[in-house]
């Protein structure tokens, strides 16, 4: 009944966050944006106390339960260790804890959160890497079908094919989410839960607190026969049926439920575990308490566990002092009268990058991104994309070459779960300034006379651009009124100038 009931949770946090991550749920994403919000590392970051209150105890109630119902990356290497169990009836062994590995990852992820190492960040975090590879390798798949589906239904127009030049432009990113795929399925498949108990930074952070977990599987050796039925089938392989002695690793147990049920002699079963023990539940056949007990078993001192709470809570603390996340930039292929093929649009150099409307300022934004793309998959009108940059890799920023931030749209605002982008209405959002454009009078048609333009005046929702006249060649051309302008990039996009517009927005350092 346990292991069904996690089972039925797991598909259903799998599911919605993986449909968030597709948008494929539209007006939808109000129902399901919280399942990211209880996100164990962008809660950390948005400094959800209430969340993270809620996962520690949860996680000192029951177990590592996060890690096999609510992470996705979890979820998803159940599925994939489920069919490698399929080649063989006795799959898994006990395998001791790889401490320097464990451990030596998770301080470096300490590290880089302080030191600001963000890629470093976003290829770690569970959350984030999952985000990737649904938003990099399967929303493509997905918007192709629904393309072509759309075509067969003589509404093709109204979509854009997945592009060459965009596969082509977002390689770096395509091959990040790859290599995280390719390197979970293997381990998943072979070894269960390797990533998630030698790797993951969160799953060792709520190791932490597992250890004391109130309830949790527990062996009563006087009735163990040594059959070794709940090791073969630990996917965390952190259990060990010895001939000396019967224990449970349990900062490792992700309270999965496969072994229970598979003891014949009753020996094994998941309950309270706080206080002190029946005789036969103990290695020794003394009385102790379950907690101390698998300090003892694992050789963690007193000191040692006081280190351990002291560097959970300097995770915590960089967690919510940095943040992380991959994408590239789109072409938009598009043609004159149906004929001749006009250039793509590129995205100009800016000065300073543009962060979404919600974002206090660029700082900010960065600060507390986990580059879980989940804003780029929800983005209407294409403007949000992961970065290509060393500084920024994988965080979102904004580019206009194939629409602009309309002001009435707010989802990505709704949506993230770390508070980088904070939720406005659609009136804030109208005074919200990210940016100011700036036109190159060299490119532009109006200035030069090549053509009575003006598109870019006619379509500023906010009227900071008016068209003046040049005394001196009586052409006229766009000037900008900076304290009036937000940077939404509408004259950015449609700009006919390619393949880099004639006038471009540049972010603002701090955002009015």
């Not at 590392?41 to 119902?69: E, K, Q």
């Not at 959160?113 to 929303?139: E, I, K, T």
């Not at 952190?238 to 001939?243: E, Y």
């Not at 002291?310 to 994408?327: C, D, F, I, M, N």
Request: charged share 20%.
């Amino acid at each position: 009944m346990l292991k069904k009931l996690r089972v039925v949770l797991a598909v259903i946090f799998w599911v919605g966050i993986t449909l968030l991550l597709l948008d494929f749920t539209g007006a939808l994403h109000g129902w399901l944006g919280w399942m990211a919000k209880v996100q164990f590392l962008p809660a950390v970051m948005a400094l959800n106390v209430g969340v993270i209150a809620l996962l520690v105890v949860l996680t000192l109630v029951f177990g590592r339960v996060y890690c096999s119902v609510i992470c996705p990356l979890g979820v998803f290497q159940d599925a994939v260790s489920h069919l490698g169990t399929l080649r063989s009836k006795r799959p898994y062994k006990y395998k001791k804890e790889i401490k320097w590995l464990r451990y030596g990852v998770w301080a470096l992820f300490v590290v880089a959160l302080v030191a600001g190492v963000q890629a470093f960040v976003a290829l770690l975090a569970p959350y984030s890497a999952y985000g990737r590879m649904v938003q990099n390798l399967l929303q493509p798949i997905y918007l192709w079908g629904n393309n072509l589906l759309a075509w067969f239904s003589e509404r093709a127009g109204s979509y854009t094919f997945y592009e060459k030049e965009v596969w082509l432009r977002s390689l770096p990113t395509f091959l990040i989410a790859l290599a995280t795929l390719v390197v979970i399925v293997v381990l998943s498949f072979k070894g269960g839960r390797t990533y998630c108990n030698s790797i993951c930074p969160v799953g060792t952070t709520l190791s932490f607190f597992s250890r004391f977990a109130m309830f949790r599987p527990v062996i009563d050796t006087e009735k163990c026969k040594k059959c070794k039925a709940c090791e073969t089938h630990c996917k965390a392989q952190c259990i060990n049926i010895g001939k000396e002695s019967q224990t449970i690793d349990y900062s490792r147990c992700v309270d999965c439920f496969n072994c229970i049920g598979q003891c014949k002699f009753d020996a094994l079963k998941y309950r309270f575990a706080w206080g002190r023990q029946p005789e036969g539940d103990t290695p020794s056949g003394t009385f102790a308490r379950t907690g101390s007990r698998s300090d003892v078993e694992e050789g963690v001192s007193p000191s040692g566990r006081r280190a351990m709470m002291a560097g959970t809570v300097v995770a915590l603390g960089a967690a919510a002092l940095k943040g992380v996340e991959v994408r590239a930039q789109e072409a938009d292929k598009k043609t004159d009268g149906g004929f001749a093929e006009v250039l793509p649009k590129q995205a100009p150099e800016r000065e300073t990058p543009l962060t979404p409307p919600g974002s206090k300022s660029v700082k900010d934004f960065y600060r507390r991104c986990t580059a879980c793309q989940l804003c780029v998959a929800e983005c209407p009108n294409n403007v949000l994309r992961p970065s290509t940059s060393l500084e920024h890799l994988m965080q979102p920023e904004m580019s206009f070459e194939k629409g602009y931030c309309r002001p009435e749209c707010t989802r990505c605002s709704e949506l993230c779960p770390t508070g980088a982008i904070c939720k406005i209405t659609k009136e804030e959002k109208t005074q919200y300034h990210v940016g100011t454009a700036r036109v190159n009078r060299e490119s532009c048609l109006s200035a030069s006379g090549r053509s009575n333009c003006g598109k870019c005046a006619s379509i500023c929702p906010s009227g900071a651009i008016q068209m003046v006249e040049d005394p001196e060649t009586g052409y006229k051309f766009p000037v900008v009124a900076e304290e009036i302008c937000i940077g939404c990039g509408a004259c950015e996009n449609l700009c006919p100038v390619r393949p880099i517009s004639a006038i471009t927005v540049n972010g603002r350092l701090q955002h009015i």
